[in-house]
């Protein structure tokens, strides 16, 4: 059975191509268009990882980290925040929130994939 992945982003060419390409590695992919559809649809798929971008109307992808962090029934879940905002005051906002990794835009397809599936191996 495929791995499955929440992605949550704004913008639907980076929701097209994420999905395209997370698809093509084998991943059973689901999509959300802002932070609530995105805690939705973790709560429902329970997926193994989640990657937000950080900002997102109705809820920030911060946000949603810090919800899905506070459900105890998501405990092994791993979260990723993929965001144009690189600065190191939010990596660690971030990674201080709960997320596993904090990746910033533009992103190489291939460092993606390899960052998901070594965060996917690693025990929970």
């Given at each position: 059975?495929?791995?499955?992945?929440?992605?949550?982003?704004?913008?639907?060419?980076?929701?097209?191509?994420?999905?395209?390409?997370?698809?093509?590695?084998?991943?059973?992919?689901?999509?959300?268009?802002?932070?609530?559809?995105?805690?939705?649809?973790?709560?429902?798929?329970?997926?193994?990882?989640?990657?937000?971008?950080?900002?997102?109307?109705?809820?920030?992808?911060?946000?949603?980290?810090?919800?899905?962090r506070a459900d105890d029934s998501l405990a092994?879940?791993?979260?990723?925040?993929?965001?144009?905002?690189?600065?190191?005051?939010?990596?660690?906002?971030?990674?201080?929130?709960?997320?596993?990794?904090?990746?910033?835009?533009?992103?190489?397809?291939?460092?993606?994939?390899?960052?998901?599936?070594?965060?996917l191996e690693r025990p929970a």
């Open positions: 059975m495929a791995t499955r992945i929440v992605i949550a982003d704004d913008e639907p060419n980076i929701l097209i191509s994420l999905e395209y390409l997370l698809k093509r590695e084998g991943f059973d992919v689901t999509l959300a268009r802002d932070g609530q559809e995105a805690l939705d649809a973790v709560r429902t798929v329970r997926p193994a990882l989640a990657l937000l971008d950080v900002m997102m109307p109705r809820l920030s992808g911060l946000d949603v980290c810090q919800q899905l092994g879940l791993r979260i990723v925040m993929l965001t144009a905002k690189g600065r190191d005051t939010d990596v660690a906002k971030g990674l201080a929130l709960g997320a596993d990794a904090y990746l910033t835009k533009p992103f190489a397809t291939k460092a993606l994939v390899q960052q998901l599936r070594e965060l």
